[in-house]
């Protein structure tokens, strides 16, 4: 990681947590291809990382997480180039939402369109009470090409997944609570540390189990019932194969704390 260089975003591994800030807040840190190709960089870099148990995604400045896809860069695009914008966005989220160590969006300002589909690739998503989020794609002609559209109706239902995406109105951060889009609601100064407490709690859990669970559910929730529930039986034997179920089992029966080795 200390050897990757960036243009468009900053990295910060405290204690296991790795902070990725988007970085161009002159355009309130908006998407062009170069940014997603970094993110998808820290992302690859990060797996291989034993040093980073977490990764919170912030924007950088206090206006915006994300603003969207770069709007310069979409208004030259052919059904070519469109194409594979979209393909690129995509396979990049999907690379997060994949991710086997848990990722939470600590969502400080605008998330719109690019930006909340970057939140909504996230395993958890923590906002600002400044923030705003919303899908405006349709306002521009277009819609949302990032897995958007899939998500966001996967995660609040059809229904008010389509009156967001065919309205393109942004919400509040209340609203976006109240309808399940985000997980909590903190005010603005105490952000940072709100998704970094629960970054560390999650960490300190058996790493194993953790990147099982998302497993579970990001891969169960694509399949039928029964084949979700087969996956879940394979993965909870799988667990009782490793050193950590041992230590969890073992610290709970002997009182005391668990130590993790995380195989
Ligand atoms: N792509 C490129 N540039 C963007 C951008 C985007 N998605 N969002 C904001 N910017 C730029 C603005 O063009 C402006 O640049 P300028 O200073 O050179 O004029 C700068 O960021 C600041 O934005 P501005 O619009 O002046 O701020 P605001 O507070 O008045 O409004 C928003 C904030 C987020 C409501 C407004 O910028 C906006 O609607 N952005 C586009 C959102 C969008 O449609 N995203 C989906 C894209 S698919």
Avoid at 240 to 262: H, I, Q, V, Y
Wanted: with cysteine.
């Amino acid at each position: 990681m200390a050897n990757e260089t960036y243009d468009n975003v900053t990295t910060d591994n405290r204690d296991g947590i790795l902070w990725l800030t988007i970085n161009r807040p002159k355009v309130l840190n908006a998407l062009n291809a170069k940014t997603v190709e970094e993110i998808g960089r820290v992302f690859e870099s990060a797996l291989r990382d034993d040093g980073v148990r977490c990764v919170i995604i912030t924007g950088a400045g206090d206006k915006a997480f994300v603003a969207g896809a770069d709007i310069n860069e979409l208004a030259t695009m052919t059904p070519v180039t469109g194409k594979f914008v979209s393909e690129q966005g995509q396979s990049v989220f999907l690379q997060i939402e994949r991710f086997p160590k848990p990722v939470i969006a600590a969502i400080n300002g605008f998330a719109l369109g690019g930006g909340c589909e970057l939140a909504l690739a996230c395993h958890i998503r923590i906002a600002s009470e400044k923030a705003q989020l919303g899908l405006p794609e349709v306002t521009l002609g277009i819609i949302p090409g990032y897995g958007g559209t899939q998500r966001m109706a996967r995660l609040l239902g059809k229904g008010k997944a389509l009156e967001l995406i065919c309205s393109g109105d942004r919400i509040g951060a209340a609203e976006a609570e109240k309808i399940g889009l985000v997980n909590r609601v903190v005010p603005a100064e105490g952000l940072a540390a709100a998704a970094e407490e629960l970054g560390k709690k999650i960490a300190s859990r058996s790493p194993v189990a953790v990147r099982a669970a998302i497993e579970a559910v990001n891969r169960g929730g694509d399949m039928p019932f029964e084949e979700g529930q087969l996956l879940e039986a394979t993965l909870f034997g799988l667990l009782c194969s490793t050193e950590d179920m041992k230590e969890g089992m073992a610290a709970f029966l002997e009182k005391r704390p668990a130590k993790f080795p995380g195989k």
